[in-house]
Nanobody
Framework: QVTFVESGGGLVQPGGSLSLSCVAN????????MAWYRQAPGNQREIVAS???????WYRSTVQARFIMSRDNTRKLVTLRMDNLKPEDTAVYYCNSDHRYHDPLPWGRGTRVTVSS
């Protein structure tokens, strides 16, 4: 079964940037859409961005034009470039299949992003 390891989080000031990575332990090629999710303290996990096997992307409106998602099936890798970060982006970020299209896969530990001055 495919599992994921997320990395790249950290503490950044408002307006700063981070690049998150997610590496799978097995091929992600059969997964039509991969997604990034986040869970802020006290909130439910929410989908942030999604990408198809051919690179078609979808973004939550609150991150549109600030986040860019990519995938590299050969390297079993998905990434999330985050620019102009805001305090409301503070959360633990996870990758997984896009649950609007696929059954959920096991969750990784996620990577924590904190946006604060």
């Amino acid at each position: 079964q495919v599992t994921f390891v997320e990395s790249g989080g950290g503490l950044v000031q408002p307006g700063g940037s981070l690049s998150l990575s997610c590496v799978a332990n097995a091929t992600i090629t059969p997964i039509y859409r991969m997604a990034w999710y986040r869970q802020a303290p006290g909130n439910q996990r929410e989908i942030v961005a999604s990408i198809s096997s051919v690179g078609n992307t979808w973004y939550r409106s609150t991150v549109q034009a600030r986040f860019i998602m990519s995938r590299d099936n050969t390297r079993k890798l998905v990434t999330l470039r985050m620019d102009n970060l805001k305090p409301e982006d503070t959360a633990v970020y996870y990758c997984n299949s896009d649950h609007r299209y696929h059954d959920p896969l096991p969750w990784g530990r996620g990577t924590r992003v904190t946006v604060s001055s």
